[in-house]
């Protein structure tokens, strides 16, 4: 009888002993696993390792352009790259402007995607590693290629129509010129002006915003879901405001005015405008 009462603490005991010994048997295997192959028949194992190793190695190999020092690529030293501005920057852009490898329009001391692909197309032509930023050896090798920037350049004169200069940001590239004093658009390539239309801006509540913009996007029939009303032929340039074809502009002229958009009111030029505009070009809304 006390054999059975002590039967279920055996029980218990016997199944801890179980226990531990398949932990201590899993431990054991995995310490063989991992152990490091012995010299005597392990010649596949090793093989299999090192293949395995080599094959890892391989992947993690990566072409860099100069030497490597340890484990770590030296790259040349930046003198400007992506996100640097300023004069110096203007002339390397006015240089790569002079090889044709950048538009006039990207020249404007920001150091941007244009100008980086632009350095790149240069360091390919040059046989030097495209590392899309300016270092010792492009910076040498750019000017010797090419002639110090003149001051026109440099800074290309801003284009005079009656009289009067229009602002100096519609001097170079592609540019939809926007004069609020004499509430005229002009579209202007290089600095040559090659179309001009009337056009009229927001009520004092809903401004007309001044400043340097870009052509974001293009709606050819576009419908205001704000206003419910039509807008064809729309290039915006900031937030909800665009260049666009207004009837009402065209019906009232000046007696009315827009919610914040550049109205046009001249459909063939607005249609032709809208055919030559790309977007990324220029939107410089100012006061004469």
């Given at each position: ?10 029980r ?7 226990v ?18 012995s ?7 090793t ?18 352009p ?16 992506n ?27 920001s ?8 350095v790149?197309k ?11 930023y ?11 290629a090419?002639h ?20 100096q ?12 004093t ?24 809903t ?24 807008m ?11 260049v666009h074809?207004?009837?009402?502009f ?8 827009s ?30």
């Amino acid at each position: 009888m006390r054999f059975f009462r002590k039967a279920p603490a055996f029980r218990h005991v016997l199944a801890a002993a179980v226990v531990t010994a398949a932990i201590a048997a899993v431990a054991g295997a995995g310490t063989t696993a991992t152990a490091a192959p012995s010299s005597t028949g392990s010649t596949g194992s090793t093989a299999s390792t090192a293949s395995t190793a080599s094959t890892a190695s391989t992947a993690e190999l990566k072409t860099v352009p100069f030497e490597v020092s340890g484990e770590l690529p030296i790259y040349p030293k930046a003198l400007w790259r992506n996100g640097s501005s300023g004069a110096d920057v203007r002339k390397v852009e006015a240089r790569l402007v002079q090889l044709k490898l950048l538009t006039k329009q990207y020249q404007d001391d920001s150091f941007g995607t244009m100008t980086r692909a632009a350095v790149k197309k240069f360091q390919t032509a040059h046989g030097i590693p495209p590392l899309g930023y300016v270092d010792q050896n492009t910076w040498t090798k750019l000017t010797a290629a090419t002639h110090e920037p003149t001051q026109t350049e440099l800074f290309p004169p801003a284009p005079v129509v009656d009289g009067k200069k229009l602002d100096q940001r519609c001097a170079t590239g592609v540019a939809l010129c926007i004069d609020k004093t004499s509430r005229k658009l002009r579209y202007v390539v290089d600095g040559v002006v090659k179309m001009t239309m009337d056009v009229r801006f927001g009520a004092q509540k809903t401004a007309t915003r001044e400043g340097g913009f870009t052509v974001g996007w293009k709606s050819i029939d576009h419908v205001s879901k704000l206003y419910d009303s039509k807008m064809p032929y729309a290039m915006f340039f900031s937030g909800g405001q665009a260049v666009h074809y207004s009837s009402d502009f065209a019906a009232r002229g000046y007696a009315g005015a827009s919610h914040g958009c550049v109205n046009v009111r001249d459909l063939t030029k607005i249609k032709s405008l809208f055919a030559q505009v790309h977007v990324g070009d220029k939107v410089i809304v100012y006061r004469s």
